[in-house]
């Protein structure tokens, strides 16, 4: 659950770099070649990241396996213990307070569902569809995306979600992992968990809101 | 209808003596015995069971012991696990000679302070060897992964406690108890998991079963679901802990009882000095009717702090603070001077009570029963106060000393010691007496042994601080392994007992019928309602301070309490079932009879000698006197049969290693 | 001291045996003085219901004074309770009826975990916990058989790391706290207490893998580093146990000892 998580947070962490791309706007460099960096970008890595190790578009394919199984094992680490929980605690107290448990540690299920689902609407509407179309041009179509406000929404929605998501969920991988030493460092780990968090909600809905504003076009 | 002398309480049976220590010098009398004891071959061990009743230090370390021997052991408690056997709330400390500190302790100091301590009533060869294999204790416990406390060396800390002069405590803050059970019950946990040890939880021990005059097993009733069962061993081994509830207000939990030890004293053990009951002089005062337990908070307090009252009647109501030093009594400074605050246990007891009972008393009025019948509003408690510690020390410094204590105490009064005096009254915490037991520590039923507090004896008529760990560690780890086997030699040549032998069915029965006579009484009184008018009576006549009519006077009183009991309590329930109000009542049957015996015996012994003190016998400065001339020697009685007198048989104290004196604390 | 006595609803859990559904009860008391603790104020409802001829409430309790770990209830949602207040954590025979005010409804449960069923009302089947300790929970020292004490230096902070594990009392309150009724910091506090000293080494890789596999066994959940545990825990055991325990679980995979 930690380790694949850990590696999930990685993954978003480079692809919020790429989105950012987008802030860079298409221009004409001195040689007069029209450069459009985040097209450019996708297509290094779907096609020559690591070539020539590798032939040309092996690479992406080894790369979202990787990320799939990540995704598979965390979400079966995640039904394991849910189940688990579910057994343990079967019957339900009549009244029930919480004391320490953060309000983003009681999202980690259903918002790890919720993740599930919009992660899967994001994959057909920027990966699966425009491969199938073969679609090239990435920037255009984020662009044409973004430009109506129910995409910005619901892109927005599921940032926040993940925002929930990583808010605990960061830190307590490291906890998990044996970081927590000290009630300080507990303390300090809940905090970075925070700013992460925050860090990747902030790089990722900056592009679409641009987009939105007419700021990127 | 009552009598008018003591002797018609009792009996006068055959004198008795231990025949177990070996007639050696002191020092060879436990290597002598460990050599001479008969030995089980190790592949005998696996066909014998020893049924152990307690998992404290005594029966906890006992039981983890015999079965790293190999023996198959039955283990039986009525806690919900062994972990918490009220063992567990010693606070202060665990005695051993290590000499550590390089202050002149030894084996030989640490038995003379623990013989003195005890008043000169304990068995000279039994102490020895206490002091003998303390050391041992603290390596065994060191190597379970006790975390005692240590020095920035790495090394263990000592501290000196309980009025001796030398640094020989070992301790774990204030939780040495607990920390010392733990030791014990994991390594318990360790045997119930190589399969020596079985546990029997939530299982009350009721009846015990004597075939041919040797103890082969016990009835105990499943406190869940209400089973009566026989359990049959070779050998029977109580560690079933002190009788202070007898008093019903007691530092000890709710659910110590006497009922094991009883039941076996109703079956031919001999009970010796009952009237040795150790009354504690810092506790938290109770604050009304409904008060369930007393809470002791450690000795050291009087290290800094100061006793008094208000001079004045009129004054115990007021705001302490607000009187002014020249209405103040420091009356343990006034009385004794050069030990102050420091005086012995049982005289700091004692004083707290004179001046509550001549109403200078400070704290919640509480009600009570005088000898007349009459209820009387009194105030029980004095004060102890830290003003001057904190002027003198700060806060800061009191704080690191006591931080505990004084957090404990304000939890439990809602009181901030640091700004006002705290409240304190003296409560039972210790009984010195117990099952009467030989060297071996076996009771005088072949195939009966008795350890730790349940015995009578190492601490005497009083118990040092830091000793009681100490013994029930040294029964459990040490001595009852070395000596049981002496026993258990010849146990595979014994009979087997079947579960319908006439003596198992007649002891189950025995069970049963009293359980029935329980239910069937359906009367108007709660069975607390019984026993806390019990406690009162105890406390009023048979508590700090008492006298020939006091006690018979209250053996009247209890007989009549006994009856009415018997015509009007309500148990409510049935006995298939988790019945907790059944279980309390089953306690309680014995504790009248113990009551009673408990009188008996402080009637019997016409001096003082450490817990036990007769007003009639006090020097002139109002100090226990003790009586070696006709009083030395181990009160050991005999049930006399229902409704017959109980017997007592001496056992002469011989003093071979230690001359007597006599203590003073002025 | 003070002499206010409170009037209460009591919101009781009461349930006959193992296998019956309960339900919550209600009853009125009234002039429970604010010295009494919460255990005593149980007691005078016992005896009212005594007296009235009703079965008593049953609920474990033993030493009274916060250390045997016996007693364990689930006041207004919280293992132990608080009163109205939620500061610092305690036992529910510590606590005191002065933290609550006249008038209060106060709703009773026992701990609520499978691993934990009910005997009868509010008392519980805690054996778990024992079979956990069974699992490896100890120093494999036979009686007799220890070096002199002062063999082993060890150095003040771990022992008293040690000891601040070793505070736990089992009583618990950690699994009754959990959403996941995890029992990871009871285990954790007895992992860590024997890992930090010396004498726990030889076994240490091996008793956390027997130790882990036991909790899970025994229909526990699993930990969400929720803080649940750590918050109600009466003796106040750290969070960061569990991480410890983490630790050794991940290093006893790499070590040969580790297998048995």
Known sequence: MAVTGLVLIAFLLMHMIGNLKMFIPVYVNEVGETVNEFNHYAEFLKQDLLYPI??????????????????????????????????????????????????????????????????????????????????????????AAFQQPLFVAIYVAMMLV???????????????????????????????????????????????????????? | MAAKKPEDFFRIGAEISDKKAPDKPIDQVWQTRQFEAHLVNPANRRKLTVIIVGTGLAGGAAAASLGEAGYNVLNFCYQDSARRAHSIAAQGGINAAKNYRNDNDSVHRLFYDTVKGGDYRSRETNVYRLAEVSASIIDQCVAQGVPFAREYGGLLDN???????????????????????????????????????????????????????RARGIVTRDMVTGAVESHIGDAVVLATGGYGNVFFLSTNAMGCNNTANFRAYRKGAYFANPCYTQIHPTCIPVHGTNQSKLTLMSESLRNDGRIWVPKKAEDCTKDPRQIPEEDRDYYLERIYPSFGNLVPRDIASRQA?????????????????????????????????????????????????????????????????????????????????????????????????VCGEANFSDHGANRLGASALMQGLADGYFVLPNTINDYLADALSFPKVSQDAPEVVEAVTAVKDQIDKLLAVDGERTVDSFHKELGSIMWEYCGMERREEGLMTAIQKIRELREEFWQNVKVTGVNEDFNQTLERAGRLVDFFDLGELLCIDALHRRESCGGHFRAESQTEDGEALRDDKNFLYVGAWEYGGEGGKPILHKEPLVYKAIELKQRSYK | MSDNTLNLTLRVWRQPNRNAPGKIEEYKISGISTDSSFLEM????????????????????????????????????????????????????????????????????????????????LAVDRSAFDKIIQAGGYVSVPTGAAPEAHANAVSKLKADRAFDAATCIGCGACVAACPNSSGMLFTAAKITHLGLLPQGQPERALRVKRMIGKHDELGFGGCQNLGECAAVCPKSIPLDTISQLNRDLIASLFKGDGKH
């Open chain 2, 353 to 449: 009570k004179y001046r509550c009972d001549e109403g200078l008393g400070v704290g919640p009025a509480v009600t009570e029963i005088d000898p007349d019948g009459n209820e009387r509003q009194v105030r029980r408690g004095v004060y102890l106060d830290f003003a001057e510690a904190i002027g003198r020390l700060g806060k800061d410094a009191v704080s690191a000393k006591y931080g505990n204590l004084f957090d404990m105490y304000a939890q439990i009064t809602g009181e901030d010691p640091y700004s006002t005096p705290m409240r304190i009254y003296p409560a039972v915490h210790y009984t010195m007496g117990g099952l009467w037991v030989d060297y071996d520590l076996s009771s005088n039923i072949p195939g009966l042994y």
């Open chain 1, 162 to 217: 993940v925002y929930l998501h990583l808010a605990h969920g960061f830190g307590s991988a490291f906890m998990t992992l044996g970081a927590n030493t000290s009630p300080k460092a507990e303390r300090v780990l809940r905090v970075i968990a925070h700013w992460v968090a925050a860090l990747i909600l902030v790089g990722f809905v900056a592009m679409p809101f641009s987009v939105l504003a007419g700021v990127i076009n």
């Open chain 3, 42 to 121: 149980l007691d005078e409802l016992n005896e009212q219901l005594t007296v009235e001829g009703k079965e008593p409430v049953a609920f474990d309790h033993d030493c009274r004074e916060g250390i045997c770990g016996m007693c364990g209830i689930v006041i207004n949602g919280v293992p132990h309770g608080r009163g109205n207040s939620l500061d610092t954590p305690t036992t529910t025979c510590q606590l005191h009826m002065r933290k609550f005010k006249n008038g209060d409804v106060i709703t009773i449960e026992p701990w609520r975990a499978a691993p934990f069923p009910v005997i009868k009302d």
């Open chain 2, 159 to 213: 501290r000196s406690f309980g009025g001796v002069q030398v640094q020989r405590t070992f301790y774990a803050r204030g939780q040495t108890g607990q920390q010392l059970l733990i030791g014990a019950y994991q390594a318990l946990s360790r045997q119930v998991d190589a399969g020596t040890v079985k546990m029997f939880p939530r299982h009350e021990m009721l009846e015990l079963i004597v075939v041919d005059g």
């Open chain 1, 54 to 143: 590798l032939p040309k578009g092996v690479f992406i394919w080894i790369f979202r396996l990787v990320i799939l199984a990540c995704l598979v094992l965390h979400i079966y680490s995640a039904v394991t213990l849910w189940l688990r929980a579910n057994r343990a605690t079967a019957s339900k107290y009549t009244v029930k307070k919480t004391i320490k448990q953060s309000f983003s540690s009681k999202w980690m299920r259903w918002g790890g569902i919720l993740l599930a689902l919009l992660l899967t609407w994001h994959l057909i509407q920027f990966t699966i569809v425009p491969t199938l179309a073969g679609d090239h041009d990435p920037r255009s179509l984020v662009i």
